[in-house]
């Protein structure tokens, strides 16, 4: 019981209602019966109120339960509240190769992975220490965490395109930036919670296995063990299409569907969680999602406010209702 209410034995006084409403049945049954006893029933029936006989006993019942809510509110309910955190670090790894120049997702892969950055970066809780990194066949620290979250989308509009993509190499920076930032607040014990959030759009080409010493599943493999979930976005369709040099001249479209598959097995292996999106709108939803995850933490608290304004409602409702009714309280 008491993981529930902070003062249990305040609920015993929900007796002293049952009370109440025991002595409100028994003396309008004393009054029934003294008015039966002394009076001409014809006359009677011919001047009661009836209207008044069929609500009279509403403002009571409505009082009652105001006093029920009330005596919950004095134990003290106990809730889960989200709370805003004031201390974390998130670090955002974002896949630059030249697949993100797609435009299966419109105006292209980057740009609209640029514009939902920074309206998370917009949206994300103050004090949260907010880091960028970008990828391609190497990583790039643009932004170590700080929380001014502007920082993060100035660098944001200059991302550039490159070759090849190395996705383990962006998580090992992500990483790099948490324990660097870790050390500087006093070690890992003092360390606020971290996150890392990897938005990508294809599997990792260099190196070759993404078991390898640099690759992706070794990273998300190191990432765990610092207790540092990555939590990855795969971004696109698996429609979309760039056009590249050719090898005898000219142009030539390949395709570069999305992969989920390594990204999710990136997510799982960090614990950390796996979302897809496909369009602008829907990457933005994500980054909500993220948001509130980790923008805030659940935490127990009291919870009687709510009771307490209802109660009292109640309770005054039930007073107005009788001298609207019945002329006098109840």
């Known amino acids: 019981m008491s993981d529930w209410f902070a003062h249990p034995w305040w609920l015993f006084s929900i007796l002293l209602v049952v009370a109440l409403v025991g002595v409100y049945a028994y003396v309008l049954r004393k009054r029934k019966a003294r008015a039966l006893a002394f009076s001409n029933m014809d006359v009677l029936k011919s001047v009661a109120p009836s209207k008044t006989d069929r609500f009279r006993h ?5 009082l009652a339960v105001g006093l029920l809510l009330l005596t919950v509110a004095l134990s003290g309910p106990i809730a889960e509240r989200d709370v805003a955190r004031n201390r974390a670090t998130v670090v955002l790894v974002v896949d630059v190769s030249q697949s993100m120049k797609a435009t299966d997702v419109a105006p292209s892969r980057l740009q609209a992975a640029q514009a939902a950055g920074k309206r998370f970066a917009d949206d994300l809780t103050d004090g949260i220490n907010l880091g960028l990194v970008s990828y391609a066949g190497t990583a790039s620290t ?13 660098a944001l509009d200059n991302l550039k395109l490159a070759e090849k993509t190395a996705t383990g190499e962006g998580i090992f920076a992500g990483l790099q930036l948490v324990q660097t930032l870790n050390a500087a607040l006093g070690g890992d014990d003092a360390a606020p919670p971290a996150r890392i959030v990897l938005l ?18 070794t990273a998300a493999r190191k990432a765990k063990e610092e207790e540092i979930p990555v939590s990855t976005i795969s971004f696109g369709t698996l429609h979309g299409t760039v056009e590249i040099e050719a090898p005898g001249g000219g142009v030539e479209r390949v395709g570069v569907p999305v992969d989920d598959e390594s990204l999710r097995t990136i997510a799982n292996l960090s614990q950390g969680d796996f979302f897809t999106a496909s369009s602008l709108d829907e990457l ?19 919870n009687s406010r709510p009771w307490l304004l209802a109660g ?19």
């Open 58 to 62: 509403v403002p009571f019942a409505i």
């Open 142 to 154: 643009l932004v170590s965490p700080t929380p001014d979250h502007d920082r993060t989308k100035s």
């Open 200 to 217: 990508s759009d294809g599997k990792q080409t260099v190196p070759e296995s993404p078991d390898d010493p640099r690759g992706a599943f």
């Open 284 to 302: 933005n939803k994500v980054y909500d999602t993220l948001q509130k995850q980790i923008g805030y933490e659940k935490e127990r608290g009291d």
């Open 312 to 330: 009292t409602l109640l309770a005054v409702l039930g007073a107005m209702a009788a001298l609207l009714l019945n002329r006098r309280l109840p």
